[in-house]
């Protein structure tokens, strides 16, 4: 009888020897663990011994209940490794009064911000400015219209030159535009078939469109003078078709320039 109880004895110094051994390394991990909100020191110590023993001691309750069950539920939990507690910043520490106090958050850390280069103005497009389309109903025409000072260089590429200085179509004035009859895709090639009334409309880029009604045409010479002398025999607001010409209007010479008139009407 004296012999079962020292085993006995013994047997529970072993668990209490090991159990202290698994506690000890452990519980130096949880006293790190943050304060909750109006908690003192001693509540801290309450919580983690009762969560400590809810989660590593409750298992030993089971299949113990002889000397043997104790010793291989002590030797079992003596392998369990130190238990890896994430600790997050406490709210509250202990000062050395033994009350708590706010731990000061920490800074804020923001990505640097990068400003952006300033977007250079540009000014607004101009939507009496070219380019313009241009077409001619009567005679199956639409072409680009575009402007320059090089206006071989704007019909040799099968476009309508605006020449250069004469009306846009916000004025009150006359525009005049040119282009070949019978080259470089001949848009002009039959303009001395027009009517009195035939429709020429030109389109702006803002897509406003401008209507003309044809009002005639003459056959006059090369230069400068007697074209624009031509082309503002209409009064008011116009558009004027200029190309090379035999005398008769029929193409082609460049002895002679057709010009046909048109009134705005809409």
Same mark, same amino acid.
């Given at each position: 009888?004296?012999?079962?109880?020292?085993?006995?004895?013994?047997?529970?110094?072993?668990?209490?020897?090991?159990?202290?051994?698994?506690?000890?390394?452990?519980?130096?991990?949880?006293?790190?663990?943050?304060?909750?909100?109006?908690?003192?020191?001693?509540?801290?110590?309450?919580?983690?011994?009762?969560? +400590?023993?809810?989660?590593?001691?409750?298992?030993?309750?089971?299949?113990?209940?002889?000397?043997?069950?104790?010793?291989?539920?002590?030797?079992?939990?003596?392998?369990?490794?130190?238990?890896?507690?994430?600790?997050?910043?406490?709210?509250?520490?202990?000062?050395?009064?033994?009350?708590?106090?706010?731990?000061?958050?920490?800074?804020?850390?923001?990505?640097?911000?990068?400003?952006?280069?300033?977007?250079?103005?540009?000014?607004?497009?101009?939507?009496?400015?070219?380019?313009?389309?241009?077409?001619?109903?009567?005679?199956?025409?639409?072409?680009?219209?575009?402007?320059?000072?090089?206006?071989?260089?704007?019909?040799?590429?099968?476009?309508?030159?605006?020449?250069?200085?004469?009306?846009?179509?916000?004025?009150?004035?006359?525009?005049?535009? +040119?282009?070949?009859?019978?080259?470089?895709?001949?848009?002009?090639?039959?303009?001395?078939?027009?009517?009195?009334?035939?429709?020429?409309?030109?389109?702006?880029?803002?897509?406003?469109? +401008?209507?003309?009604?044809?009002?005639?045409?003459?056959?006059?010479?090369?230069?400068?003078?007697?074209?624009?002398?031509?082309?503002?025999?209409?009064?008011?607001?116009?558009?004027?078709?200029?190309?090379?010409?035999?005398?008769?209007?029929?193409?082609?010479?460049?002895?002679?320039?057709?010009?046909?008139?048109?009134? +705005?009407?809409?």
């Amino acid at each position: 009888m004296r012999s079962s109880v020292s085993r006995s004895l013994a047997a529970r110094v072993l668990v209490l020897s090991l159990l202290w051994g698994v506690l000890s390394p452990a519980g130096s991990a949880l006293s790190s663990w943050p304060l909750l909100e109006g908690e003192d020191g001693y509540g801290l110590r309450a919580r983690i011994d009762r969560e +400590f023993r809810q989660a590593r001691l409750a298992p030993a309750t089971y299949g113990e209940l002889d000397g043997y069950g104790v010793r291989a539920a002590a030797e079992f939990r003596s392998r369990w490794p130190v238990t890896n507690i994430v600790v997050t910043r406490p709210a509250h520490s202990q000062n050395s009064s033994g009350s708590s106090t706010r731990v000061p958050s920490p800074p804020v850390v923001t990505a640097p911000t990068t400003t952006a280069a300033p977007v250079e103005e540009q000014s607004p497009v101009d939507p009496d400015a070219v380019p313009w389309t241009l077409s001619i109903p009567a005679i199956g025409v639409s072409g680009r219209v575009e402007g320059g000072d090089d206006s071989n260089a704007i019909v040799d590429r099968g476009l309508i030159w605006h020449w250069t200085g004469t009306g846009t179509m916000a004025q009150n004035s006359h525009v005049v535009v +040119f282009a070949h009859r019978t080259s470089k895709g001949g848009l002009f090639r039959n303009i001395h078939q027009l009517d009195v009334g035939d429709t020429i409309v030109i389109t702006t880029v803002d897509g406003r469109s +401008f209507s003309y009604a044809v009002t005639g045409s003459s056959v006059v010479e090369p230069d400068a003078r007697s074209i624009f002398g031509a082309a503002s025999q209409t009064p008011g607001r116009t558009v004027s078709l200029v190309a090379c010409s035999r005398l008769d209007g029929t193409p082609t010479s460049l002895d002679y320039r057709i010009v046909v008139n048109a009134s +705005f009407i809409g």
